[in-house]
């Protein structure tokens, strides 16, 4: 299954690029993900004319894909503009993200692990048909004590977790592809 990964955040030191990537490890013989880059233009309509080459280069990596992975942070309880502005461009000419299986995840510093976004993003991801894996919502809080110096998950119940839910999604995109 061709994953692309869209992580929300677009700082080197990230802790959902660093979730995205030990996602990516961890899962490689069930997900063969990829983390695409979302440091794209402003959506403006005015480009639509004549596209940018690396919004061309995104949306072509979005719509080959079997499905896409949301790593989202939270930013004032929602999504960041970086992760809305990709959702946006990939929503415009050709719908890439239509009736797409997908399944979010997210880490904040917070106590509550981006739950806000989550919801935000799934509303939003609801409006283009998309098929979300529902009710297996993971909430990484306090994403400060989480990872290794390596980029490893190191709490025990949050990685036991995350398989069950990289199982239920392999199980979900085979049950409806
Ligand atoms: C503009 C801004 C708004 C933020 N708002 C929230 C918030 O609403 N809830 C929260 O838990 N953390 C919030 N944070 C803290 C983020 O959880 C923290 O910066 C986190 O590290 C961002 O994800 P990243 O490490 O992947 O960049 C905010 C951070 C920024 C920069």
């Given at each position: 299954?061709?994953?692309?990964?869209?992580?929300?955040?677009?700082?080197?030191?990230?802790?959902?690029?660093?979730?995205?990537?030990?996602?990516?490890?961890?899962?490689?013989?069930?997900?063969?993900?990829?983390?695409?880059?979302?440091?794209?233009?402003?959506?403006?309509?005015?480009?639509?004319?004549?596209?940018?080459?690396?919004?061309?280069?995104?949306?072509?990596?979005?719509?080959?894909?079997?499905?896409?992975?949301?790593?989202?942070?939270?930013?004032?309880?929602?999504?960041?503009?970086?992760?809305?502005?990709?959702?946006?461009?990939?929503?415009?000419?050709?719908?890439?993200?239509?009736?797409?299986?997908?399944?979010?995840?997210?880490?904040?510093?917070?106590g509550l692990g981006t739950v806000?976004?989550?919801?935000?993003?799934?509303?939003?991801?609801?409006?283009?048909?998309?098929?979300?894996?529902?009710?297996?919502?993971?909430?990484?809080?306090?994403?400060?004590?989480?990872?290794?110096?390596?980029?490893?998950?190191?709490?025990?119940?949050?990685?036991?977790?995350?398989?069950?839910?990289?199982?239920?999604?392999?199980?979900?995109?085979?049950?409806?592809?």
């Open positions: 299954m061709k994953v692309a990964i869209l992580v929300g955040s677009l700082r080197e030191n990230s802790y959902n690029k660093t979730l995205a990537t030990f996602i990516q490890k961890r899962y490689a013989k069930d997900i063969d993900g990829e983390l695409l880059d979302l440091n794209l233009p402003l959506y403006n309509e005015d480009l639509e004319s004549d596209l940018p080459a690396d919004v061309v280069a995104f949306k072509k990596e979005v719509h080959d894909a079997d499905a896409v992975l949301f790593v989202t942070p939270e930013y004032n309880h929602s999504i960041s503009g970086v992760l809305k502005n990709a959702i946006d461009w990939a929503s415009r000419i050709t719908p890439d993200l239509k009736e797409k299986p997908g399944f979010i995840v997210g880490a904040s510093m917070g806000r976004a989550q919801m935000h993003l799934r509303q939003i991801l609801d409006t283009m048909g998309m098929r979300i894996l529902p009710a297996n919502e993971v909430f990484i809080s306090a994403a400060h004590t989480k990872f290794d110096e390596k980029g490893d998950l190191i709490d025990e119940g949050t990685v036991a977790f995350l398989d069950s839910v990289v199982a239920n999604f392999v199980a979900f995109y085979e049950r409806n592809k």
